[in-house]
């Protein structure tokens, strides 16, 4: 299949291993794992965003259910 021909001439995704040395990186790729957190941070509130967002939803529903409105 091409499509996996053309994934295997890509080179790997870096990613970041919480706690692993850091030793051996220099200082740009650290910056680029920096980068790569950020995004992931990011990534992570949008969800507790989403799922606060569902449980306020739910909670209001429920509470006019317990009022009769």
């Known amino acids: 299949m091409a499509i996996f021909e053309d994934e295997a001439r890509l080179p790997p995704k870096p990613q ?16 680029e794992r ?4 950020q995004i ?3 990534r ?9 967002a569902t449980k306020a939803a739910a909670d209001a529903f429920f509470q006019g259910a317990k009022t009769g409105q």
């Open 44 to 52: 992570l509130e949008a969800a507790i965003r989403a799922r606060e």
């Open 16 to 31: 970041h291993v919480l706690g692993e040395s850091l030793d051996a990186l220099s200082a740009p790729e650290l910056g």
């Open 34 to 37: 920096i980068a790569l957190c």
């Open 40 to 42: 992931e941070i990011g």
